[in-house]
């Protein structure tokens, strides 16, 4: 079973930028071309995303993964 975290720091950045930017879940999914679902798990925490999508949404808001060393 998957243990979905919406308190992901990916899914905490996308949610807030969609809000601080007035937009919907939709307009956010027109926008960038990834489906409306994708946008909603990303939101929630959803483990296992495709990496690609997610930075096509990251990168609308002016961000993208990066790798980053483990402490």
Request: aromatic share 6%; proline share 7%; hydrophobic share 35%.
């Given at each position: 079973?998957?243990?979905?975290n919406r308190?992901?720091?990916?899914?905490k950045?996308v949610?807030t930028?969609?809000?601080?930017n007035?937009?919907?879940?939709?307009?956010?999914?027109?926008?960038?071309?990834?489906?409306l679902?994708f946008?909603?798990?990303?939101?929630?925490g959803?483990?296992?995303?495709?990496?690609?999508k997610?930075?096509q949404?990251?990168?609308?808001?002016?961000?993208?993964?990066?790798?980053q060393?483990?402490?």
């Open positions: 079973m998957e243990n979905w308190n992901d720091p990916i899914a950045f949610r930028q969609r809000k601080e007035n937009m919907t879940q939709s307009e956010i999914s027109d926008l960038t071309g990834v489906g679902r946008i909603r798990d990303l939101e929630q959803k483990p296992n995303l495709m990496t690609d997610v930075n949404v990251l990168k609308f808001f002016g961000s993208t993964l990066k790798p060393p483990l402490d």
